[in-house]
């Protein structure tokens, strides 16, 4: 399962919950899946960054294809 579908499974989960503790599982599990999507958002953004370093503009835009 995609971290995007994790993530609003949990929430489906969390929101139909009616238990405390299950609340609370859910809710540690729901912190754990955000915390790892937004390292992967994180990896993504610094490997693009390197792929396409700034121009001597400050532009970071892929070079055009000819």
Do not use: F, W
Not at 10 to 36: F, P, T, W
Not at 56 to 65: A, H, L, N, V
């Amino acid at each position: 399962m995609g971290s995007d579908n994790r993530i609003k499974s949990l929430c489906n989960r969390l929101l139909a919950s009616s238990s405390d503790e299950e609340v609370a599982v859910l809710a540690s599990e729901l912190k754990v899946a955000l915390h790892e999507h937004i390292e992967s958002l994180r990896t993504q953004l610094k490997d693009s960054l390197q792929r396409h370093p700034p121009d001597e503009y400050g532009s970071r835009q892929p070079p055009r294809s000819s």
